[in-house]
């Protein structure tokens, strides 16, 4: 079901992750992709994965939270991976049938891609569990602040990330609601073949496209009765403050940043 896709959804708690400064969060989760593809062998990245499955397990997020996270670019493992099989080529010859050949390296960095992948997107959407959209749109204005100075307009910037992010699990969720309803009409959304597929979406994404707009017009309404006009001038309930916890957990992941770099050359 679509509605199993937890992408931009936070999920609330008070571990160690969650009192986490943002703007560490939103760094972290740079470092992290940063580990991922400094990575060159297995033993790196096994050692970047080992230490996000360590910050989901002290999140407190349940393990098939990383399961679902990962949903939605199934298909694009599964072509990274095909890709990778049959077109690297080595000098080992793993299996060889008709047009079909499978080298050992190819399957060697067809696993490496795919696992990294894997890797890449569960760390990502750590951030986001963790993290309120409210939290997330003011860390992004705090690190973006300098670009002020050339009136750049980064409150606005970060608001319309944060909203479009918001809106990903609702339209999600409002994309089954109409499946759901034009299944019980009688609509053939199963239909085989290209043509036929594409007519089937027609009575899935008019409806939806329509829900979309008028969700838009009524969050531009209540921020308009609510006389919101922009970052200028305004104040925060919460205002972000590192502490200690951060800077710890900042010289932890340079610490395995640190260790990764050495294994590469190591071996």
Avoid at 11 to 27: C, E, N, Q, T
Avoid at 101 to 125: E, K, N, P, Q
Wanted: charged share 20%; with cysteine.
């Amino acid at each position: 079901m679509l509605k199993d896709i937890t992408i931009g959804q936070y999920f609330p708690g008070d571990s160690v992750i969650h009192r986490l400064d943002a703007r560490f969060k939103i760094v972290f989760s740079i470092l992290a992709a940063a580990m991922l593809f400094t990575a060159q062998n297995f033993i790196g990245l096994g050692i970047a994965a080992v230490f996000i499955i360590m910050c989901y397990a002290v999140s407190g997020i349940r393990f098939r939270m990383i399961l679902k996270s990962l949903k939605p670019i199934v298909p694009l493992i599964i072509f990274t991976g095909v890709l990778n099989l049959f077109f690297i080529k080595g000098e080992e010859i793993l299996l060889s049938w008709w047009i079909i050949t499978i080298h050992t390296d190819g399957l060697r960095t067809s696993a490496f891609m795919v696992v990294r992948i894997i890797t890449l997107i569960t760390g990502m959407s750590l951030l986001t569990y963790t993290s309120s959209p409210i939290m997330l749109t003011d860390a992004i204005e705090s690190l973006l602040s300098p670009l002020k100075k050339l009136r750049f307009p980064v409150h606005e910037l970060a608001m319309m990330m944060m909203i479009a992010l918001r809106f990903i699990p609702l339209l999600i969720e409002e994309t089954d609601k109409i499946m759901m309803a034009q299944k019980a009409r009688g609509a053939n959304l199963d239909a085989k073949g290209l043509i036929k597929k594409a007519k089937a979406l027609i009575p899935i994404l008019i409806p939806l496209f329509i829900s979309a707009f008028k969700r838009a017009n009524e969050l531009a309404m209540a921020m308009e009765c609510r006389c919101y006009r922009g970052g200028e001038g305004r104040t925060r309930l919460k205002k972000l403050k590192a502490s200690i916890l951060d800077f710890l957990a900042f010289g932890l992941i340079l610490c395995v940043f640190g260790i990764i770099i050495a294994n590469n050359f190591a071996f």
